[in-house]
């Protein structure tokens, strides 16, 4: 059994056109379904505004999808009540894009990675102590600095306390929105192979969202192409990257640089006439599906 199964699901949020104009629906995740595998790195790709971040957010609930059905462990994550979605969340934990907005910039890193143990009643106050030092060890962090603030702190050492308050309570399931899209390239991969190390580690599963295709393509094992809420391409990415078979996972893989300056890539434009947004996804060869 998958650890996490997302079904039919879909988020509606409504927009305020002014005074004079009868309230909007904008569907941001429609009819969105997929699954992960315990142990396994799923990404999920696309443009900004695709509703990759949105579809993240509403299986945590962190906000409220409007249909679907959310299973984690057998668990159906939409029916619990506050009290239980609140226990579940010490299993699922989220680490958000940005590290500068994403840390608190009055409170001491040790306090920051302490916080959802207090919040969780875990240990006693030595305890928790105990536990920020071995957190700050394990994402590579020196544990005397504990007492500094955030910006005392590289964007990559922020990431690394961000990671370390996800993991303070043990969780089996991160989603890892757009981590190091923020940080300087020469960092980018240490944050990266930190992810790696600590899912062979702690038996971790990811949900890995990402614009950065070569990223994806080199941690993945699965991916999904979102387009304007919908999954339009989903399988092994291997398979997918090697061999996409929807036109938009085609224009989106035509525009991954190339290192060599000399080589030439043709770059495929979006023709949306091309294709049915509405269509469903079909399985065009085992474990590969694409809406068309």
């Known amino acids: 059994m998958p650890l996490l199964e997302v079904r039919h699901l879909t988020k509606e949020f409504t927009r305020d056109n002014g005074l004079l104009r009868r309230a909007s629906s ?8 997929f699954s992960i595998e ?11 505004g695709s509703g990759k ?28 009540p506050r009290a239980g979605m609140r226990r579940l969340r010490r299993r699922m934990q989220i680490v958000f894009q940005d590290p500068y907005s994403s840390l608190n910039p009055r409170m001491r ?15 006693g106050r030595d305890e928790r102590r105990a536990r920020v030092r071995e957190l700050f060890e394990l994402v590579g962090l020196d544990p005397r600095y504990v007492s500094r603030r955030p910006d005392e702190f590289s964007g990559g050492e922020r990431q690394r306390i961000g990671l370390a308050r996800a993991l303070a309570l043990n969780p089996s399931f991160i989603v890892a929105d757009e981590p190091v899209s923020a940080l300087d390239v020469s960092i980018q991969s ?19 969202i990402a614009h950065d295709l070569k990223l994806v393509e080199r941690i993945c094992g699965r991916v999904a192409v979102m387009y304007a809420g919908r999954i339009l391409e989903m399988g092994g990415t291997a398979r997918v990257f090697g061999a996409p078979r929807h036109p938009y996972t085609n224009a989106l893989l035509s525009a991954i ?7 030439r890539r043709q770059r495929i434009p979006l023709d949306v006439r091309s294709f049915d947004r509405a269509a469903p996804l079909r399985e065009v060869e085992p474990g590969h599906y694409a809406a068309i």
């Open 257 to 263: 640089p190339i290192a060599d300056p000399d080589a």
């Open 26 to 33: 904008v569907r941001a995740v429609d009819d969105v379904s």
């Open 38 to 48: 315990r142990g396994e790195t799923f990404g999920l790709v696309g443009e900004s």
């Open 53 to 80: 971040t949105t579809t993240a957010r509403c299986i945590l609930r962190l906000i409220e999808p409007t249909s679907g059905e959310i299973s984690y462990d057998g668990i159906d994550i939409l029916t619990l």
């Open 190 to 208: 240490q944050i990266v192979e930190l992810f790696m190390q600590l899912r062979a580690r702690l038996g971790l599963t990811y949900l890995f």
């Open 109 to 123: 890193a040790g306090a920051i990675v302490e916080e959802p143990l207090i919040v969780h009643r875990t240990g």
